[in-house]
């Protein structure tokens, strides 16, 4: 455990990637099987899914940190288990440290009853660090500045293999991954799929920038709608069926009408994933609700109807296509949809046009047909694995703005804990009986109230984060815990992709990807946006069929 | 001591917004604004300030004050050694070591058969720059808060050093940067690394060069000092170099290629406060109390009163209460929580 904890802990403090991938590659060929294997999968797909760490800890605390404090200091340092490893009280004698692998092995046995005394049993054993390294392995994914494709960067350096030879096989195998360790070091086979589907890196594409115009010639390029879900891997292969997210996740378990759709088949395609009922695209927020659970309902199932709308074709049966030419691949596609028709799927249509100008009106009125924008893809491109420049693009439809004013202020966390850098913020409604002269927003817009719709983290500078923050401490009006409120004075121009209907909030309306757009120190805020603005912003229900192609 | 013994003593020590006053003495301690009579427990700038018509401090204290702020910063300076006892008006008046940095004192107030010591910054780890805190039993004792919650639990400094030192053995070609606090910090990271066995010359922004040479000049031997401005970049390559902590991101650091930063720093022990600095060796050094000493030492005091001054004061009023002692904070103006 110590071992992977002093790597995690540096991990947070080193900077460069190069200075990350050479830790890395130390501990793998430092630390002993299956210890390594284990920390490979604790900073890959995360250890322990199912642990109830959020409760476990709640009965740790209760008798060994008293509630205040425990408050006071959580609400210090901002993070909870960083708190805990900080905070806990160390007992006079500490025992054997234990290895990794005598963690896994304990909870991987462990009726959820049980996993409080193991880790209070563990957290007596380890040092502060030790303590850390524990919570936020059974946490899930450490946030240390890895990400999974970079500890496959580091076996792949550790070894001379290709990166994408190791992710190929990557969900063919499974922790502690000894058989990959062994090839790695040369001293067993490449482990092999065994039938299994298997994820292949995806090929991404790149925001168009003003440059990318200058030599962009219509004829090379097919057009299709970006759909606004999100980009999926569907691998079918000997009886089976997965769902890969962009980053090679599996969320098949997520989804398990998808899986059954496409089992039996031999392909490996490339979609979007979305949620659509009676033929109808439904908003993201819906299809988030089907990400967001692990385990999924008949309810689920039937309000919230999954749809995969294809993109490509890279394998059929036995022929990989990837080498061909987008082109190429598209009729390939489209007669081995012809052919299998699987359900809840179609093709995305390619939207045809002959001049930059049909372009231009194309992307202008894809905010009006609920459409997330443009994708631009060579004709002549292979598949590429990565982001390859000069392929294909993205050409996302134009933000929405509104003028905002600043209602509260969060306290980040991490690098941002001492920063209020968590905004929320609203617009103007009319209340129907005035307050009293007393009532504070009276004073700057009398007869009105601020009303929340949405809340944002981004879009601003260090300098301009270090500004608002003064700004948040000089005008703050009442505090609880790490939010303050503040004086109606400051207007944000938020920019947003989208707004809808939201029955969580007081305002009924919530925000697709908010981010400040401007800092408006220079405008009152009583000149800030009003919810009729707001509300004149959301989308109509789409009326655009799902088989488009066809 | 008995709550009795310690109930009125705000009525001849109480807070202004000039600062803690001692009537009968007609005295402030560490005032935040120009006062006739100051009593003055260390040097840090946001307790030692100019103007004050007289000062009463240690003798290492008014040198570091004359260093710093000036040999015309107060109207007079009055020395007083450690541990010996005068009267001012009736009240008496004597310094004790605080062991937060060289010349650091408590002062001790006694006045109609009642004490208040007032601790000022004190911390309870060794520190080979200074002599150790003396606990007195007191009915008020006034304490800092500048590391009160139970997350702080300051690591030995020497080992704290050995990593530093560690690294450079590691990573011979780097310039080590280290910023640390100017007066205090700088010197006692020198001084450990010293007692470490490191005998190479040690290099110095030029911010800490005054401090450092009155280190030097009052005693503390602290081996070969040189000012980065003196020697050429290219020869600072595995050097140690200290510089204040604003410094890290400034400019001037730029001269060296591919340093590893580091900061010494009781608040190091923290993740975010360190990826807000962005080092990448984070050293919990600190000249402050952690959260057990700070309790260890109003405990060993006996004070049954305590008045809690800059920092996080809520959690240890709480933490106090709960062991049955009368705690309050008490907002005084002028003092930084932050320093370290």
Known sequence: ?550 | MSAMRSAGIDRWLYPTDRGLYCEPADAYIDPASPVPRALITHGHSDHARPGHGSVLATAETIEVMKVRLGAEAAGRFEATPLGATQSLAGVSVRFVPAGHILGSAQIVLEWNGQRAVISGDYKRSADPTCPPFEPIACDVFVTEATFALPVFHHEPAISEVGRLLASLRRNPDRTHLVGAYGLGKCQRVIRLARDAGYDAPIYLHGALMGTTELYQRLGIPLGEIRAVADTRPADLAGALVLCPPSALADRWSRRFPDPVTAFASGWMRIKGRVRQSGVELPLVISDHADWPELIETVLETGAEDVWVTHGREDALVYELGRRGLNARALALVGFEDEGD
């Open chain 1, 1 to 550: 455990m110590q071992p992977f904890a002093l790597l995690l802990d540096t991990l947070t403090t080193t900077p460069s990637r190069k200075g990350k991938l050479s830790l890395l590659v130390d501990y793998f060929r430092a630390s002993p099987d299956p210890d390594r294997g284990f920390a490979l999968a604790a900073l890959t797909d995360g250890l322990f899914p199912r642990l109830p760490l959020r409760r476990s800890l709640a009965v740790l605390l209760e008798t060994r940190v008293d509630p205040v404090l425990y408050a006071l200091s959580r609400d210090y340092v901002g993070d909870t288990a960083e708190t805990v490893a900080l905070m806990w009280p160390e007992p006079k004698l500490r025992g054997e440290p234990p290895r990794l692998r005598e963690v896994v092995a304990a909870f991987a046995k462990a009726q959820p009853t049980e996993v409080p005394a193991i880790l209070g049993d563990f957290l007596d054993r380890l040092d502060v660090r030790g303590r850390w390294a524990l919570l936020k392995l059974i946490g899930g994914a450490p946030r240390v500045g890895v990400s999974a494709r970079l500890a496959k960067t580091a076996l792949a350096e550790m070894s001379g293999h290709d990166v994408s030879d190791i992710e190929e096989i990557w969900h063919a195998i499974a922790p502690p991954y000894t058989d990959l360790f062994r090839w790695l070091e040369g001293e067993g086979p490449r482990p092999d799929a065994g039938g299994k589907p298997v994820f292949r890196p995806l090929m991404l594409a790149h925001a168009i920038e003003e440059q990318d115009w200058t030599t962009f010639e219509p004829g090379e390029f097919a057009a299709e709608w970006k759909w606004d879900g999100i980009r999926v891997q569907i691998a079918a292969h000997g009886g089976h069926a997965r769902i890969f997210s962009r980053t090679g996740d599996d969320i098949s378990r997520s989804f398990p009408e998808i899986v059954s759709a496409f089992e039996g088949l031999d392909v490996l395609l490339d979609g979007e994933l979305l949620v659509a009922r009676r033929g109808i695209v439904a908003p993201f927020n819906d299809l988030q609700q089907r990400l967001n659970r692990k385990a999924v309902t008949g309810r689920m199932l039937k309000d919230h109807p999954a749809h995969v709308r294809l993109y490509d074709l890279l394998i059929d049966g036995s022929e990989d296509l990837r080498s061909l030419s987008f082109r190429e691949r598209r009729v390939r596609l489209e007669g081995w949809y012809e052919r299998k028709r699987p359900p809840l799927s179609d093709i995305s249509p390619l939207v045809p046009f002959a001049t930059r100008e049909e372009l231009d009106t194309l992307w202008a009125d894809a905010r009006d047909t609920g459409i997330e924008g443009l994708m631009l893809k060579r004709w002549t491109s292979p598949y590429l694995s990565g982001r390859p420049r000069g392929h294909w693009f993205k050409w996302k439809r134009a933000a929405l703005t509104l003028d905002c004013v600043l209602m509260y202020a969060q306290r980040g966390s991490g690098k941002r804990s001492s920063y209020y850098s968590d905004y929320t913020f609203g617009v103007w409604r009319s209340i129907e009986e005035p307050q009293s002269e007393t009532s504070p927003r009276g004073d700057v817009y009398p007869g009105h109230e601020l009303v929340p719709v949405g809340k944002a983290y981004s879009g601003f500078t260090d300098a301009e984060l270090t500004e608002i923050d003064r700004f948040v401490r000089n005008h703050t009006t009442e505090q609880f815990g790490p939010v303050r409120a503040v004086e109606p004075r400051l207007v944000l121009e938020v920019a947003f992709d989208a707004i809808f209907r939201s029955p969580r909030h007081k305002s009924g309306l919530a925000m697709r990807f908010p981010r400040i757009h401007r800092i408006r120190w220079d405008k009152p805020a009583r000149e800030a946006d009003t919810i009729e603005a707001a509300r004149n912003l959301m989308e109509t229900p789409r009326t655009d069929q799902i088989s488009g192609a066809n």
